[in-house]
């Protein structure tokens, strides 16, 4: 006579997760996490510091993909790992979790953002306009080639998987990279801005826009979906046409 049991269901298999602990001298360390549905690389991080590893580092905020502040190395790849869906990046049921490369690593999956940060600062990533508080709002054709081109890069937030996916910053440190590019080019296409001469001087040195190979990863990697590769490319364009003042 058949058995009118129901099948047992076969548990899944835990997920073999290896993280980067300590700093730029550390290791891996390995840990087996439960499988959940739609269950996220932070997820997974999470669960290893509340019940495995209450010492583990690392940045979160929004968990929905808006701040970027989870922004980790994901079986070598830079992502969010907010939206990274174990699913997708854990076919064999491993993952290799580290911090973002091109950064210093402060602690377990913590780097330090300052020099990131500071390149923005080289790049004149700062709006400098000229009307006060007392004048009327500047009016800006949404329409206008400019303001197209802005749009087309504005939405970056900075959370540099950009920067950790360029092989140029790794070549050299000094590079500005393009993020920092990217939001030089918003700015130089910003008609109330009046730092344009003084910015694209910035961009235009060893370490600035030329440098750029075209490798197009920061393009590929971005979460947003931006292409600094685009900007970096009218930045080069905008200089040769551009008589001004050049560093050497």
């Known amino acids: 006579m058949a058995s009118t049991d129901a099948p047992a269901q076969t548990a899944a298999r835990p997920l073999a997760v290896s993280i980067w602990r300590g700093k730029a001298k550390g290791g891996f360390v390995r840990y087996e996490v439960p499988r959940l549905p739609s269950q996220t690389v932070l997820d ?3 669960h290893v510091q509340r019940h495995l590893a209450p010492d583990l580092s690392y940045r979160f905020a929004c968990r929905v993909g808006m701040c970027g502040s989870c922004a980790m190395t994901v079986n070598g790849l830079a992502r969010w790992t907010c939206r990274t869906h174990v699913a997708k990046v854990a076919a064999q049921g491993a993952l290799e979790i580290a911090p973002l490369s091109n950064l210093p690593v402060i602690k377990d999956l913590v780097t330090d953002m300052s020099g990131f ?4 600062a080289r790049a004149r990533g700062q709006f400098s306009g000229s009307a006060t508080r007392h004048e009327p709002f500047a ?16 939405e970056c937030i900075g959370c540099a998987v950009c920067y950790a996916s360029c092989d140029v910053v790794s070549w050299r440190p000094d590079y500005l990279g393009p993020a920092a590019l990217n939001r030089a080019w918003t700015l130089v296409n910003d008609e109330r801005d009046v730092a344009r001469a003084e910015r694209l001087a910035a961009v235009s040195g060893d370490a600035g826009c030329h440098a750029c190979h075209t490798h197009a990863s920061c393009t590929e990697r971005c979460p947003k979906g931006l292409s600094p590769t685009a900007g970096i490319a009218g930045l080069k364009r905008t200089i040769a046409r551009e008589p001004g003042p050049r560093r050497p």
């Open 139 to 154: 009016a800006v054709d949404p329409g206008s080639s400019r303001r197209r081109a802005v749009d087309a890069a504005i």
């Open 44 to 46: 997974v991080v999470t």
């Open 117 to 120: 940060f500071d390149k923005w």
